[in-house]
């Protein structure tokens, strides 16, 4: 990636800011918290946006998220929208040695949630200081994003029903990506995902006598080379789908070492599916289930098969509001520091489900996911050596002002 040399033009408010925000995620970072249980964080969050001006509407939305409320300039509310930061933290450890890394053991910020958290409080700030806006912004600070389904919990807690707004948009930092760049998918951005979980069943035995057994880990094995056909043989070739069995586990006792003369009466298999697109990711869910089966009437054993009760669809931007992101960020950062329609990754993230329709109420809320630079060389999220890029928070505050006052111009 060549790097531009072209310079953002930040305003004096918000580069004055920057430290104290810097402060705001380093608290953070020192006190993660995991899943929905964010006690601090929502506090914090919540005694922040209070302090602003800005109205905390709920403190306890899909159970430990946070919402305010702001006005522009002339009272207008016809017209709103949404802002959504994650909170939670990683479970596990932090091997940074930072001045200010994780005073809890097991719970480490490796994703940058503590900064994409302080960076939306410092856009609150800003805009409850400027107001130069006409509507409503709503500030959505979601729990458990990390694998809980967080913004699923939010929805069905009746989030876009209280709150009506016009679209939502949502950020995460990425490494590899230099600091004051910015990136935008006009559709297709990242995978659905779903995790699941197999039991083998068979009968135990001798491992001189097979005959005698039915054999958990030959048919774990037969499942493993079928379950890859999948994607080669009942997907269409233009779709991407992936199927990762990430572990094949099998003992005859589980507190030792295994026996080598034993035959195993159970095997687990573990894994994901992931797809670009979610009637792709429903067909795999149908086929791994029926090769399941057939490979359990070939053995003689018995398989079952869980799925993960959180899937996450897959996350496609809408149009109209991935222009208008892209917009902001070429006006702020210039175009050359714009990486727009990028190659789809396959990692997957909840802001998914603000964007698809809601089967309850039938809701469907258009928006658009954007991605901005951690630095060139930091490492990779979920890794145990991984910190925010504290230099990039400047122009996360300045793309969710100029977004705000762009979505919601005055008259």
């Known amino acids: 990636m060549q790097v531009s040399t072209e310079a953002a033009v930040l305003s004096t408010e918000i580069e ?11 608290d953070l970072h020192r006190h993660p918290e995991i899943g929905y249980d964010l006690p601090r964080t929502s506090k914090f969050v919540a005694d922040k946006l209070s302090s602003f001006g800005v109205e905390v ?30 909170m939670d933290a990683l479970p596990m450890d932090e091997e940074t040695g930072l001045p200010y890394a994780s005073a809890t053991q097991g719970h480490f910020h490796g994703c940058g949630h503590d900064g994409h958290t302080a960076c939306l409080l410092g856009a609150a700030k800003h805009l409850a ?20 389904a967080g913004a699923k919990a939010m929805i069905d807690d009746g989030l876009f029903e ?12 990425w490494p590899t990506m230099p600091v004051g760049w910015m990136g935008c998918s006009t559709g297709r951005m990242l995978a659905a ?34 379950l890859q056909g999948i ?3 009942t997907c269409d070739p233009v779709e991407t789908a992936v199927v990762s069995i990430t572990s094949f586990v099998s003992r005859s006792n589980e507190w030792g070492e295994p026996a080598t003369n034993v035959l195993p009466e159970r095997a687990r298999l573990t894994g994901t599916l992931r797809a670009l697109s979610n009637t792709t990711m429903a067909q795999m869910k149908r086929d791994l289930r029926a090769r399941a089966r057939a490979v359990a009437q070939a053995h003689r054993v018995r398989i079952e098969v869980e799925m993960d009760d959180k899937p996450y669809p897959a996350l496609i931007n809408s149009r109209r509001e991935a222009g208008m992101a892209a917009r902001v960020m070429k006006d702020l950062v210039g175009a050359k520091r714009c990486v727009i329609d990028p190659p ?11 964007l698809i329709r809601d089967k309850r109420t039938g809701i469907r809320v258009p928006g658009c996911f954007v991605t901005f630079g951690n630095g060139l060389n930091c490492p990779m999220l979920h890794n145990p050596r991984y910190d925010f890029n504290d230099e990039a928070i400047p122009y996360v505050i300045a793309f969710w002002s100029r977004l705000t006052e762009k979505a919601l111009k005055s008259a």
């Open 16 to 26: 004055a800011m920057t430290a104290e925000v810097t402060e705001w995620r380093r």
């Open 57 to 86: 509407v709920e403190t306890a939305m899909g159970r430990s998220g946070v919402v305010g409320r702001l006005s522009g300039r002339e009272g207008d509310n016809s017209a709103a929208i949404m802002i959504r930061a994650d």
């Open 129 to 148: 200081e400027t107001r130069n806006f006409s509507g409503t912004v709503y500030f959505c600070f979601q729990p458990a994003e990390e694998g809980g």
């Open 162 to 173: 209280r709150y009506p707004v016009k679209a939502i948009f949502g950020a995460h930092n």
């Open 193 to 226: 995902s779903q995790e699941f979980y197999i039991r083998i069943f068979g009968k135990g035995g001798h491992a001189a006598r097979p005959h005698e057994a039915r054999d958990p880990i030959v048919a774990g094995s037969d499942l493993v080379t079928t």
């Open 231 to 233: 994607v080669s043989r």
């Open 344 to 354: 789809p990754a396959m990692g997957s993230e909840d802001f998914a489900y603000y």
